[in-house]
T-cell receptor, first 114, second 113 residues
Framework: GQQLNQSPQSMFIQEGEDVSMNCTSS?????WLWYKQDPGEGPVLLIA?????ELTSNGRLTAQFGITRKDSFLNISASIPSDVGIYFC??????????????FGKGTLLTVNP | KAGVTQTPRYLIKTRGQQVTLSCSPI?????VSWYQQTPGQGLQFLFE???????NKGNFPGRFSGRQFSNSRSEMNVSTLELGDSALYLC????????????FGQGTRLTVV
């Protein structure tokens, strides 16, 4: 089955630093998604990528859909304490009609020291 | 506009019991997906309902089932609970299946003892 390898598993950084995390897979995806989950909450969609090579920004967040369609990265610039949380990548593979499979990475736990 | 509402937020059950969780999607959303989240396995897709029909299904045993009502509210049921079923169960609502603009609820934390 499809699996996503998300790295790193955790990061401890100082406020103001930039952060980078990525996901790779042996499978091709039609869409890459990046979510953030705060404690006690459900994941919130940060960025959606729909085309190979696409680079999309959302404020201090930038994500790219890899050319091979098998990987994606998320960068956070100038981190702030509220960036703390678990970041998940997810790959969506469509197989015709309304059939699809959404696979999540295991998450990257980000801790920002003020 | 109200978000996705899951009830209850917390639940403690005994092995062998069964449990029913509820999810009310965002108004106008007709697709509801269910996920199991555990520290070891991460987020795993259980199933999705659209227009009262199960449209997609993950790789979970038949003890996990669900349904959707005409008002798009969905329930999932787990029978014969096992310790390994302890998890955060999340539902997500969207306009239609596979829509990337899906919104998650806060989840139901199920503990099986």
């Amino acid at each position: 089955g499809q699996q996503l390898n998300q790295s790193p598993q955790s990061m401890f950084i100082q406020e103001g630093e930039d952060v980078s995390m990525n996901c790779t897979s042996s499978s091709i995806f039609n869409t890459w998604l990046w979510y953030k989950q705060d404690p006690g909450e459900g994941p919130v969609l940060l960025i959606a990528l729909y085309k190979a090579g696409e680079l999309t920004s959302n404020g201090r967040l930038t994500a790219q859909f890899g050319i091979t369609r098998k990987d994606s990265f998320l960068n956070i610039s100038a981190s702030i304490p509220s960036d703390v949380g678990i970041y998940f990548c997810a790959g969506l593979a469509r197989s015709g009609g309304s059939n699809y499979k959404l696979t999540f990475g295991k998450g990257t736990l980000l801790t920002v020291n003020p | 506009k109200a978000g996705v509402t899951q009830t209850p937020r917390y639940l403690i059950k005994t092995r062998g019991q069964q449990v029913t969780l509820s999810c009310s999607p965002i108004s106008g959303h007709r697709s509801v997906s269910w996920y199991q989240q555990t520290p070891g396995q991460g987020l795993q897709f259980l199933f999705e309902y659209f227009s009262e029909t199960q449209r997609n299904k993950g790789n979970f045993p038949g003890r996990f089932s669900g349904r959707q009502f005409s008002n798009s509210r969905s329930e999932m049921n787990v029978s014969t609970l096992e310790l390994g079923d302890s998890a955060l169960y999340l539902c997500a609502s969207s306009l239609f299946p596979g829509n990337t603009e899906a919104f998650f609820g806060q989840g139901t934390r199920l503990t099986v003892v």
